[in-house]
């Protein structure tokens, strides 16, 4: 089993609708990022959180630290938010950081 | 434009042979990652530098190494390419006391 396991691995939806993208993990962590990959390869860094929630335009992230679990929420979703999201965590008192398998979604217009 | 650049931007090498890539940090940013991304899977860990050490390491052999610079700019050596290290390799870039992540656009590699 992974350390980190993301679902759904595939999510199609219509423009406008509300996203939610899970992340559970096994380990004990020090702080979870969520990461957006677009065509081509590159990564921008959405969010990194060790507790609570943050919100950043559209984009709200929350995370359960006792049942060790993360969503990533998107509001309103446009076709430019079609990307593979992706969870990392880091285990406590390691550098190395641990990532889901990512989840591809695509919004159609 | 998160600030970290990486060079080549694609790169075909033959087995056998060596490569270095290269990756230009945020300015300020003291902390260097590596991570390997295989077609159709998520990145895996390849290392970590902090203040020119190396400071954490995922599992990948010796034939992986790396450096970092004192201007905070690093490298990715892999020798005795194998077909398998055929992959998009990414870097990042963050300071050691925020852990927040700058990545780069990556170079991928592919080996014949």
């Known amino acids: 089993k992974n350390e980190v396991e993301q679902s759904p691995q595939n999510l199609t939806a219509q423009e406008g609708e509300f996203i939610t993208i899970n992340c559970s993990y096994s380990v004990g962590i020090s702080a979870l990022h969520w990461l957006q990959q677009h065509p081509g390869g590159g990564i921008v860094s959405l969010f990194m959180l060790s507790s609570g929630k943050k919100k950043h335009g559209r984009l709200i992230a929350t995370i359960n630290i006792q049942e060790k679990h993360s969503s990533l929420h998107i509001t309103a979703s446009h076709p430019r938010d079609s990307a593979v999201y992706i969870c990392?965590?880091?285990?406590?008192?390691?550098?190395?950081?641990?990532f889901g398998q990512g989840t591809r979604l695509t919004i159609n217009p | 434009e998160t600030g970290v650049t990486q060079s080549p931007t694609h790169l075909i090498k033959t087995r056998g042979q060596q490569v270095t890539l290269r990756c230009s940090s945020q300015?300020?940013?003291?902390?260097v990652s590596w991570y390997q991304q295989a077609l159709g899977q998520g990145p895996q860990f390849i290392f970590q530098?902090?203040?020119?050490?190396?400071?954490g390491r995922g599992n990948f052999p010796p034939r992986f190494s790396g450096l970092q610079f004192p201007n905070y700019s690093s490298e990715l050596n892999v020798n005795a390419l194998e077909l398998d290290d055929s992959a998009l390799y990414l870097c990042?870039?963050?300071?050691?006391?925020?852990?927040?992540?700058?990545f780069g656009e990556g170079s991928r590699l592919t080996v014949l």
């Open positions: 530098y902090y203040r020119e050490e190396e400071n």
């Open positions: 990042a870039s963050s300071l050691f006391a925020t852990g927040e992540l700058f």
């Open positions: 990392a965590v880091r285990r406590q008192g390691a550098q190395k950081l641990v």
């Open positions: 300015s300020g940013h003291n902390t």
